[in-house]
């Protein structure tokens, strides 16, 4: 036994939210985006907020090399990728800043997502072969958002969104939507930086969301705890080593 709880106290516990800026067109909206985000995280005591820029450098895409993973339990690809994994592995809770580009989001997030699979993948495979064991995909259970902008309305940010419910749900994730029935992003419409002090609309959206985020994840790190005993391996991945249930070190990491 790793916690023994007696008070509501023991269970409050503290989450890490990280904030993925992954905003490659008018990036000046996605910094004044991820600094409101920030400074409302805060406002909270139990949160940690760890802040992730994608770069202006190549970023490989998935070769499928699954042997290489498996080999060394990370992506073969040494780029920018490793110190993304690093953060979202070890984050409770996720809010991705996007720009809309061609009808969904940026080939950089395509190619993240499916190194992020394609690793797990192989990591669980390693892991059930030598341990003579059904595979065992993780369900990460991170409460998972996503802010879109574009320059108008077709810019692609409903599509945006809807990529993120479809990642989210293969990795056991929560997707948290806007606040119905205004919102289920939220999108933006957005042409100016000045605009992100004006809209009252999109402002309110993407406090309610962070908010959200926050505590929901704050939520589950307290329903581990209570029920460590109960809960299966899967809900307690570690935290350090992708794919591979660790429950024993889950909260010790």
Request: glycine fraction near 8%; aromatic fraction near 12%.
């Given at each position: 036994?790793?916690f023994?709880?007696?008070t509501?106290?023991?269970?409050k516990g503290?989450?890490e939210?990280?904030?993925?800026?992954?905003g490659f067109?008018n990036?000046?909206i996605?910094e004044e985006?991820e600094?409101r985000?920030?400074?409302?995280l805060k406002n909270?005591?139990k949160?940690?907020?760890?802040v992730?820029?994608f770069?202006h450098e190549?970023l490989?895409?998935c070769?499928h090399c699954?042997?290489l993973?498996?080999k060394?339990l990370?992506?073969a690809f040494?780029d920018?990728f490793?110190?993304?994994f690093?953060?979202?592995?070890r984050?409770?809770?996720?809010?991705?800043?996007?720009?809309?580009?061609?009808?969904g989001?940026?080939?950089e997030?395509h190619?993240?997502?499916?190194?992020?699979?394609?690793?797990?993948?192989?990591?669980v495979?390693?892991?059930a072969?030598?341990n003579n064991v059904p595979?065992?995909?993780?369900?990460?259970?991170?409460p998972?958002?996503?802010?879109?902008?574009?320059?108008n309305?077709?810019s692609?940010?409903t599509q945006?969104?809807?990529?993120?419910v479809n990642?989210?749900e293969?990795r056991?994730?929560?997707f948290?939507?806007?606040?119905?029935p205004?919102?289920?992003?939220?999108?933006?419409?957005?042409r100016?930086k000045?605009?992100?002090g004006?809209?009252?609309?999109f402002i309110?959206?993407v406090?309610?969301?962070?908010?959200?985020?926050a505590n929901?994840?704050?939520?589950?790190q307290?329903?581990?705890?209570?029920?460590?005993?109960?809960?299966p391996?899967i809900?307690?991945?570690?935290?350090?080593?992708m794919?591979i249930?660790d429950k024993?070190?889950?909260f010790?990491e």
């Amino acid at each position: 036994k790793i916690f023994k709880l007696s008070t509501k106290e023991d269970v409050k516990g503290n989450a890490e939210i990280l904030v993925v800026n992954a905003g490659f067109d008018n990036e000046d909206i996605g910094e004044e985006i991820e600094k409101r985000i920030v400074a409302k995280l805060k406002n909270n005591e139990k949160i940690k907020t760890e802040v992730f820029r994608f770069k202006h450098e190549p970023l490989k895409d998935c070769h499928h090399c699954n042997v290489l993973c498996r080999k060394g339990l990370r992506c073969a690809f040494n780029d920018q990728f490793q110190d993304f994994f690093d953060k979202w592995i070890r984050s409770d809770g996720i809010i991705w800043i996007v720009s809309g580009e061609q009808n969904g989001v940026p080939a950089e997030i395509h190619y993240v997502h499916d190194r992020l699979s394609e690793t797990g993948f192989s990591t669980v495979s390693d892991y059930a072969i030598k341990n003579n064991v059904p595979y065992r995909f993780c369900r990460y259970t991170k409460p998972e958002a996503v802010i879109a902008y574009g320059k108008n309305g077709y810019s692609g940010q409903t599509q945006a969104q809807q990529f993120f419910v479809n990642v989210a749900e293969q990795r056991g994730n929560y997707f948290i939507s806007g606040r119905t029935p205004y919102s289920l992003g939220p999108a933006a419409l957005i042409r100016q930086k000045s605009q992100l002090g004006s809209d009252r609309f999109f402002i309110e959206n993407v406090d309610n969301v962070v908010k959200d985020v926050a505590n929901i994840a704050i939520g589950i790190q307290g329903a581990k705890k209570i029920l460590f005993d109960e809960l299966p391996d899967i809900f307690f991945n570690s935290r350090t080593q992708m794919g591979i249930p660790d429950k024993e070190e889950y909260f010790n990491e």
